[in-house]
């Protein structure tokens, strides 16, 4: 497997330019991505106002309507045909806007069937339907080129295309196939394969036409305009329903118009690696200003800063973001049976082959993060190199705060098409499109208790803007739900803890853990009122809050550390049974137990 890192290329002095570009940049100076990302940055948290602050931001955007999408389907396969048909129900598509393929079974099409199966095909069925049409399209002199004329979609119906499962998600390479483009690349990008939706997405200038070597410069990558990205712009955005089953795949708009009635609730994980050679700083980069956005936008947020990624036993629970790197299948939290992702959830572990084989549960990041519950997520079917991988800086930005469809933010972050990146999820999907109060009221107006969490990010975006901590408590103390709601009483012991009031913060953990908290939050709950009633000499306590978290966990995967601490404190309350019982159980002899001791003393 080639290493994930940056290579040198150069930007293409005009968006419509005819040829290839080298788009990464050389390692000595920041990458002008990098520094778009961090004026992106910049220009975000300056517009985070007191109105932000207030659930008062003014997004009156909406879900795209079913006509704005067409949908691709394999007619070979009944399986996709009926993920076809489920999504055109659920968001209204028109009938005449769904097409049937016959195409490959498997995850690969060469690039004649590409070619001659599916892109010709659905050019003649668009331009047969009247939902698009190509002319002549005049490029002005830019950059000291000529102006030029040149063919492209000048008319379309649409935004959107989604790809259901049963279609290829991967071109192969064709080794026969030369352009003199290839001369100008480095050894390595002289390569043809590429992702089918990064190959549909210039779809709107295939008939130019472009080279196939390498990967295609974005024009369009950070555009804060969301209308921008048209077809008649020459980009197309496509995602794909797709996962290790049908059902999933069936499943992936479902829970995205749950998440945009309800709203996209819950934590942010941000996995970062730490210190790392100045070929991966990038990455680190993005990954650093996803988690800032993500915290100056009231999310709540989490993240690590150690090279493993999130162990077995680490609570990941409530999770609404997800973004980390590097290993080349899923492990740690991400692999237990059971993963806590929100409706409407975005999990994406950037790796070169992280999307390989979207029909694994087991292999590779997107298949079974899919399979886990994640709603959308993003990942390379082949090496990409790092400055070919989604910008994760500006998808969160476009996503939370700029309130971009999923396919919006997913098209704006890339810098590269007809490359690696396939985009699975319903490109619709918009979980902050709505006006927060008006969700909020909404909430409350049902009875929803996912209404703490808009409480909750209330307090956060007051914290992200210095109100002093007190404030926030007396905020949330004065707040009736508080009294029997987890979430809150948890932020509430966090508090308290960061406050230095160690008693009051046991206190509020204890409570949360009596209103239903998720089995990843019991988890965290108790292993924090466990450490904090021990410094208060409550060491009983936390002896039975201990055993507890066994009995009502029992498939926590880490329990012999927590039979260490039970060990321990038996000792410290004179429990001989107990402490017995806890040695056999982690195999511990007597003897070694005594020897122990003696050297204690």
Request: proline fraction near 7%.
């Amino acid at each position: 497997m080639a290493p994930l890192e940056p290579h040198k290329r150069t930007r293409s002095p005009t968006a419509c330019s005819h040829r290839k570009e080298l788009i990464f940049r050389n390692l000595e100076r920041p990458p002008v991505w990098v520094v778009q990302v961090q004026q992106n940055m910049r220009r975000i948290f300056a517009l985070i106002s007191g109105a932000l602050l207030c659930l008062a931001v003014a997004l009156t955007l909406e879900a795209a309507p079913g006509g704005d999408v067409i949908v691709i389907y394999n007619s070979a396969l009944p399986e996709s045909k009926a993920v076809a048909d489920h999504y055109r129900q659920a968001r209204g598509v028109p009938a005449n806007q769904v097409f049937g393929f016959k195409l490959s079974t498997g995850g690969e099409m060469s690039r004649a069937e590409y070619r001659d199966l599916l892109q010709r095909p659905l050019v003649q069925a668009l331009t047969n339907a009247g939902l698009a049409r190509f002319g002549a399209w005049s490029v002005p002199t830019t950059n000291g080129e000529p102006a030029r004329t040149e063919r492209r979609m000048v008319q379309a119906g649409f935004r959107y295309a989604v790809v259901c499962y049963g279609v290829p998600w991967r071109i192969k390479p064709d080794p026969g196939l030369y352009e003199r483009e290839m001369d100008t690349l480095r050894p390595e990008m002289r390569r043809n394969e590429a992702a089918v939706d990064s190959e549909l997405a210039c779809l709107p200038v295939c008939e130019r036409p472009y080279p196939l070597v390498g990967p295609l410069s974005n024009p369009l990558y950070t555009s804060t305009n969301a209308a921008s990205l048209h077809p008649t712009n020459g980009i197309l955005m496509v995602a794909r329903l797709d996962g290790p089953t049908p059902e999933i795949a069936r499943t992936l708009v479902d829970k995205a118009l749950a998440a945009e009635r309800d709203g996209l609730w819950g934590r942010v994980y941000i996995d970062q690696r730490g210190p790392v050679p100045p070929g991966l700083r990038l990455g680190e980069e993005w990954l650093r200003g996803a988690a800032e956005i993500c915290h100056q936008l009231g999310l709540e947020t989490v993240v690590d800063t150690n090279e493993a990624v999130f162990a077995a036993e680490f609570p990941l629970s409530h999770v609404a973001f997800y973004a980390g790197w590097y290993r080349e299948h899923v492990t740690g939290a991400l692999a237990q049976p059971k993963v806590e992702f929100m409706p409407g959830a975005f999990a994406y572990h950037l790796h070169s082959f992280s999307g390989a084989n979207l029909h694994s549960a087991t292999q590779q990041w997107v298949g079974p993060l899919l399979a886990r519950g994640a709603t959308i997520t993003m990942g390379s079917v082949d090496e990409p190199y790092l400055g070919g991988t989604p910008d994760l800086a500006t998808f969160a930005a476009r996503l939370i705060f700029h309130g971009f469809s999923f396919g919006e933010a997913a098209y704006a972050s890339q810098n590269a098409l007809s490359w690696q990146t396939t985009v699975v999820g319903d490109p619709l999907y918009r979980p902050f499109g709505r006006r927060p109060q008006d969700l909020h009221r909404d909430l409350e107006a049902r009875g929803n208790p996912l209404v703490a969490w808009s409480h909750l990010r209330l307090m956060n975006l007051n914290l992200a803007r210095q109100v002093p901590p007190a404030e926030v408590v007396s905020y949330l103390e004065g707040l009736a739900l508080t009294r029997t709601n987890a979430v809150l009483l948890e932020k509430l012991g966090d508090l308290y803890a960061a406050q230095g009031k160690p008693a009051s913060a046991a206190h509020a953990y204890a409570q949360a853990l009596q209103y239903g908290p998720s089995p990843q939050q019991r988890v965290r709950l108790s292993l924090g009122l466990a450490e904090r009633l021990i410094p208060l000499d409550r060491q009983a306590e936390a002896f039975t809050v201990l055993e507890d978290l066994l009995k009502q966990c029992p498939d926590y995967p880490a329990p012999a550390a927590i039979q260490r601490q039970l060990l321990a404190l038996a000792k410290q309350l004179g429990r001989a049974e107990e402490a017995a019982q806890y040695e056999q159980a982690l195999g511990i002899s007597a003897s070694t137990s005594s020897t122990n001791q003696n050297h204690a003393h």
